[in-house]
């Protein structure tokens, strides 16, 4: 059974930093494509940032490319999704999901993986 625990949200103000990280477990992570999804109140679900080792891609969302970076740890089963020069906007509660479809870095982002996480919650202050 594959399950995605994220961990790292918080508070922080505008031009802080987190990260966050995701635990997979049930599976090989290289096997797969992981990245990051978020969901603000009113907002349709969006797309963050994904990687597949496997295939050497990473993709990001235009809104975050170059503040973001993600990165993934196979050893430990883990990926991290470094956040810097955090926005109010981008607020919003953050899952982990993965996939075994991975023959695309640009519809990961833009269709709904398979596995999620339960989420979590990122404040960003102004």
């Known amino acids: 059974q594959v399950q995605l625990v994220e961990s790292g949200g918080g508070s922080v103000q505008a031009g802080g930093s987190l990260r966050l990280s995701c635990l997979a477990s049930?599976?090989?992570?290289?096997?797969?494509?992981m990245g990051w999804f978020r969901q603000a109140p009113g907002k349709d679900r969006e797309g963050v940032a994904g990687?597949?080792?496997?295939?050497?891609?990473?993709a990001y969302a235009d809104s975050v490319r170059g503040r973001f970076t993600i990165s993934q740890d196979n050893a430990k089963n883990t990926v991290y999704l470094q956040m810097n020069m955090l926005k109010p906007e981008d607020s919003a509660i953050y899952y982990c999901?993965?996939?075994?479809?991975?023959?695309?870095?640009?519809?990961?982002?833009?269709?709904?993986?398979?596995?999620w996480g339960q989420g979590t919650q990122v404040t960003v202050s102004s």
């Open positions: 999901v993965a996939d075994r479809d991975c023959s695309s870095a640009y519809w990961f982002l833009r269709r709904r993986p398979n596995y």
């Open positions: 049930g599976y090989s992570s290289s096997l797969y494509c």
């Open positions: 990687i597949y080792t496997g295939g050497d891609w990473t």
